[in-house]
């Protein structure tokens, strides 16, 4: 598993190198290769290491797509195109139990699955590199060339002009803020997510949400294979229940903002599990809504937390965070069972463990800066100052970067209904 990570932050630290679009091409073309593969595997040994292989692309074309859509879409629409994608994973979910349904036989069923990889595959290569990591880069004829197809597509008349921004706010390399962390000479790795007390504090914070949502997400899932009955329905079920979740996250999201969304989530999610640990164990149906009811919960919250480390950092760190986050959403993922098992011990511990999770990530949650309304940051200086200031009115020299996310994200179309 560590080996696995290992080549996660690999393929993460290329994301930042290689740009998100080559990226994408290679995980998606993995996710192809490896899952047919897997079809003709004919030994446990051989199926392991190609699943592994498989698990791992999948983990790092999860990560670069997500962050490839929070860099594209503007200020006002990104909450729902995130959770869009938590949206199709709930449908991918349900998916796989309607084909698992249909198709009884193993290798037919992953054929199946592999094959829907393909056309993302072919068409990869038609998607633009996203303006934001070629401004990083300093590439900023080709950022130049891909906002002007932005403003004509969305029928802007006066585009955003780099050259502009850059000979009234100076250079995005040496700018005001004196922070050369977005050199495209620069390379990162996960020590810069504790570069400061400020930063480390965030980071640490943002690990403890990813692990305790990707932990109640499992054990809540898990658990839920008591419901008896159908297997194929209760799966379909258990994705059915995630897409509620993701519109009541879309709307708190949008109007009390991403923090005060998240923290009453969490708690109520660990007021669920003290709840179930005082429901008798004769009364089935309100234990199953129960244990549904706080799947509901944390799936919010697991929603949530993916856009919100994406506001949280700078683009030059932006696929490292959400990568490193999603690296302790895996180690949730393999603890979920062992928790499960410990109800052997006492039939409460699994719903113990995570109502004290959430509680202890709620209440660090209130030390994180709020994102509502505000542009992608560029640079370190701008991460750290979401932290010291309440609202972007309170900032009267903004740095260039976030001057220029501002200007790049007007190219959307909400800025012009």
């Not at 258990?238 to 991403?258: F, K, N, S």
């Not at 740095?399 to 179309?413: C, D, F, R, V």
């Amino acid at each position: 598993m560590a080996r696995n990570f290992d080549l996660l932050f690999d393929s993460l630290g290329h994301c930042g190198r290689m740009g998100r679009r080559n990226v994408m091409w290679f995980t998606s073309t993995g996710q192809f290769l490896f899952g047919v593969a897997v079809a003709f595997t004919f030994d446990y040994y051989s199926f392991v290491i190609v699943r592994f292989l498989l698990a791992m692309v999948s983990s790092g074309y999860l990560v670069v797509v997500f962050v490839y859509v929070t860099e594209y879409v503007g200020i006002k629409y990104r909450t729902w195109a995130s959770m869009h994608i938590h949206a199709f994973f709930a449908v991918g979910i349900m998916v796989v139990a309607l084909v698992g349904y249909l198709s009884k036989t193993w290798w037919v069923y992953q054929i199946c699955l592999s094959l829907t990889t393909l056309p993302f595959v072919l068409c990869c290569w038609m998607l633009p590199e996203t303006p934001f990591w070629l401004l990083t880069e300093g590439r900023n004829e080709e950022a130049q060339k891909v906002i002007n197809v932005m403003a004509r597509w969305n029928k802007v008349s006066t585009p955003c002009k780099i050259s502009e921004l850059f000979s009234l706010e100076g250079d995005l390399v040496n700018s005001t803020t004196g922070d050369n962390d977005h050199s495209p000479m620069k390379k990162h790795n996960i020590l810069d997510l504790f570069c400061n007390w400020h930063i480390a504090r965030r980071t640490i914070t943002v690990w403890l949400v990813w692990f305790t949502g990707s932990l109640g997400y499992y054990v809540f899932s898990l658990s839920s294979v008591n419901l008896g009955g159908n297997e194929y329905l209760n799966l379909f079920l258990i994705g059915a229940v995630e897409i509620p979740a993701y519109i009541i996250a879309c709307i708190g999201m949008d109007r009390l903002g991403r923090r005060n969304t998240l923290i009453p989530f969490l708690i109520s999610s660990a007021a669920i599990c003290a709840l179930l640990m005082l429901i008798p164990q004769d009364f089935r149906i309100l234990n199953i809504i129960a244990n549904m009811v706080g799947k509901f919960a944390i799936g919010v919250a697991f929603g949530l937390i993916y856009l919100y480390t994406a506001e949280l950092y700078p683009t030059v760190v932006r696929s490292l965070a959400v990568g490193s986050g999603s690296m302790m959403c895996r180690v949730g993922s393999v603890v979920a069972p062992f928790c499960v098992y410990l109800s052997s011990v006492w039939i409460f511990m699994p719903q113990m463990i995570v109502g004290i999770m959430a509680f202890l990530s709620g209440l660090l949650t209130l030390m994180l800066p709020e994102t509502l309304g505000k542009p992608l940051t560029n640079t370190w200086a701008e991460a750290i100052e979401l932290g010291t200031s309440t609202s972007n009115t309170e900032n009267p020299s903004p740095a260039l970067s976030s001057s220029t996310s501002e200007k790049i994200q007007m190219q959307s179309p909400e800025t012009h209904e």
